[in-house]
């Protein structure tokens, strides 16, 4: 009997100092998700997500077959003239949207400035405006496609 009493107890104490954690100030994206939606305008790379994790951790991303899934890399992101910090190295996916598509299909590698909303807690970008583009270094610049999806 004592040993469930003090195996329970011992469980509650675990609970509790889990759910506490939660809320501690070093996990900014619980409090950044709990904006839900958030007006910002967004400056990032805009990489392919297979061929990064591919570069990165070795996954049999098969790009060349499949065609390529751009999302942003967010390097810095602001609302109302304020940096959020805490998004830095987010990788937002792109809300399926006329003005998404060709940040979606193209621009690979491009440092993108974007106006949109965010939402935070699905890690989703709505392309609103594309404010700039510009190739990611000088190579970049003389190519104007991918070579693994030419142009037609």
Known sequence: MKRSILFASLLGIAIAGYALAQDHPEHPTKKTAQLEVIDATVVGENICVGCSIEK??????????????HALKVTTATT?????????????????????????????GEVLTLKGKIYSEERVFEVLTVEAKKPDHPKEAKKSEHPEHPKK
């Open 56 to 69: 990165e951790k070795g996954a049999a991303a098969q790009c060349s077959k499949y065609g390529h899934r």
């Open 80 to 108: 109302a003239g304020k940096e959020i910090p805490e998004m830095k190295g987010w990788v937002l996916h792109y809300l399926e949207t006329d003005n998404g598509q060709p940040m979606i299909k193209e621009h690979h």
